[in-house]
């Protein structure tokens, strides 16, 4: 966060890029994102890994799918993978529509775009009801015990 707010401020003080400009908005992020990018990578990189006593208890209480986590699944057999990557993907993704869906449906309806904004939250309702079944068919245990 740090480097992307000195970078952002850095290209618009100091080298005159104009955030309300088209081009120099597309400039900024372009460069800010590729400097902060390698910023977090060098850090990741340079500093020491979390001890692994704290990623087991990460794994036990969150239990998170994936291929990345096998080293840590391994010392703790007693938690059964639960295989549910792609489903919480699509959950993820829906609750992205949901919340953008009832930001913007308000707005609109706000702006006095009835149409567009009703539009948009039945977007947001009917994800929220996809969100719901998929918990409900799957039990709410996979999102909190």
């Known amino acids: ?3 992307a ?5 850095t290209l618009q003080l100091g080298w005159g890029l104009n955030s309300d400009d088209p ?3 597309a400039w900024i992020m372009i460069i800010t994102i590729s400097i902060t990018t390698a910023v977090w990578l060098a850090v990741t990189l340079l500093t020491k890994p979390e001890p692994t006593d704290k990623l087991l208890e990460f794994y036990r209480r969150v239990r998170p799918s994936g291929r990345g986590w096998a080293a840590v699944a391994r010392l703790a057999p007693e938690i059964r993978p639960l295989g549910d990557g792609w489903r919480n993907l699509a959950d993820a993704a829906a ?3 949901m919340i953008y869906g009832a ?3 308000v707005g609109k309806l706000l702006l006095k775009q009835p149409v567009t904004g009703l539009l948009l939250l039945a977007c947001a309702a009917a994800a929220a009801l996809f969100i719901y079944r ?3 068919r799957r039990g709410w245990h996979v999102v909190a015990d």
């Open 1 to 3: 966060m740090i480097a």
């Open 5 to 9: 707010f000195l970078v952002s401020v």
């Open 23 to 25: 081009l120099g908005f």
């Open 95 to 97: 609750g992205c529509v």
């Open 103 to 105: 930001l913007f449906g």
């Open 134 to 136: 998929d918990l409900s």
